[in-house]
């Protein structure tokens, strides 16, 4: 049974690009924000992306509007009741995961399957708050969506072979490359990216190089497509200040201890790309380095 009517809970910078994908792979999707600002909001960013994808000739006109004309939007959490499958990419908060999610556990039908595309949490977290842990899985994506490949699926120890199963095919119908991971947090990917992240912001406190000369550095000398600061901008402070906390909390181990100067960015708003500030300025055309010391 393949799953066709999709619900995405969250319309930020991840939800955006999941509900794209999906429409994009024949889904009929559903879009849920908490408010009409960020229905508008989170309807500009798939529209800018598909639009780069027109100017690119990956799409055509015609299958761009075919693409928006299969996506719903909503503020109401019972628009999302008779869903296969709902992804939620809400803020890196399990408080506000739960909550939806319970909500969702009393509206849907047996049939649906709940994924989350947590970054840091763990699944079974999400699992053991529902009355259907057999059917709760992670859909890890990576920003953006629309471009990286990878998607990890994760299970818990409840969740059942064929949830697993319609997950992982699910990732494979929207173009992506599925590898199955284990409900740890920081799953593959993070575990690695995440110490990576904060060591540099670490070593720009302690007056290593300045943030424009580590970027290359990393770009140049490893090949990396962009350096960390340009990579802590792009997936948002405040979003790497919550996975930091929560992978500090869960293993106690000082590599992903948010340092200070990520929670002074944090406080002053300075989220990255999404807030027009962060390690750099994005006023202009170009990025401009800022001085955080
Ligand atoms: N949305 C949609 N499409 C985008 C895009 C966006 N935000 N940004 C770029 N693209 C597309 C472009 O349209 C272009 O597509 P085609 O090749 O089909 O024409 C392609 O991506 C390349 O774009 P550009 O040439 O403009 O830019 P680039 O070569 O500099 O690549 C990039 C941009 C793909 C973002 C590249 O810089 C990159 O791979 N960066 C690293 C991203 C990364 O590490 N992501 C993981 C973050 S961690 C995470 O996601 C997990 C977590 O839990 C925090
Ligand atoms: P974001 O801040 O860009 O977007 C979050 C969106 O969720 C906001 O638009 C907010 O209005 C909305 N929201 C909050 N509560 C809601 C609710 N109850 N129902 C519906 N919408 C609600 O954040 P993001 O970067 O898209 O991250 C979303 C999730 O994806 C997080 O769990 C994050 O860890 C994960 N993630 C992020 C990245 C990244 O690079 N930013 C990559 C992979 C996974």
């Known amino acids: 049974m393949s ?19 999906a429409a994009r792979a024949g889904k009929d999707v559903r879009v849920r ?13 798939i529209e800018k992306s598909l639009g780069r994808a027109v ?12 693409v928006l004309g299969r996506i719903s939007f909503t503020t109401e959490v019972e628009a999302l009741a008779d869903r296969d499958l709902v992804i939620e990419a809400v803020v890196e908060d399990l408080a506000v995961k739960n909550e939806l999610f ?7 039908g047996d049939q649906t399957i709940f994924a989350s595309n947590t970054s840091s949490l763990t699944i079974t ?17 990576f920003n953006p969506v629309p471009v990286m490949k990878l998607v990890e699926v994760v299970r818990t120890i409840a969740t059942s ?5 319609r997950a992982f095919d699910f990732a494979g119908e929207l173009g992506k490359e599925p590898v199955a991971a284990k409900d740890n947090s920081g799953f593959v990917v993070n575990l690695l990216l995440v110490p990576y992240m904060l060591d540099a ?27 960390p600061f340009t990579l802590c901008d792009f997936v948002g402070n405040d979003t790497t200040l919550k996975i930091a ?17 990520l929670k002074r960015l944090v406080a002053m708003g300075r989220y990255g790309r999404k807030s027009g500030k962060g390690f750099y300025d994005y006023s202009g055309d170009e990025p401009v380095p800022l001085d955080v010391g």
């Open 3 to 21: 799953i066709e009517k999709v619900g995405v809970a969250g319309c930020g910078l991840m939800g955006s690009g999941i509900a794209e994908v």
């Open 33 to 45: 924000e908490i408010d009409e600002a960020q229905v508008e909001a989170g309807r500009g960013r």
């Open 55 to 66: 100017k690119r000739e990956k799409i055509t006109a015609e299958e761009r509007d075919e």
């Open 102 to 108: 319970q909500a969702l556990d009393e509206l849907c």
């Open 125 to 141: 977290d999400m699992a053991a708050a529902v009355n259907r842990p057999d059917r709760v899985v992670g859909l890890h994506f």
């Open 161 to 165: 072979e064929e949830t697993f199963e």
């Open 201 to 227: 912001i670490r070593h720009l406190e302690r007056g290593v190089a300045s943030i424009p000369d580590m970027d290359k550095a990393m770009v140049l000398g490893c090949g990396y497509p962009m350096g």
């Open 245 to 261: 906390e929560i992978m500090f909390d869960e293993y106690r181990e000082e590599r992903y201890a948010p340092p200070p100067l």
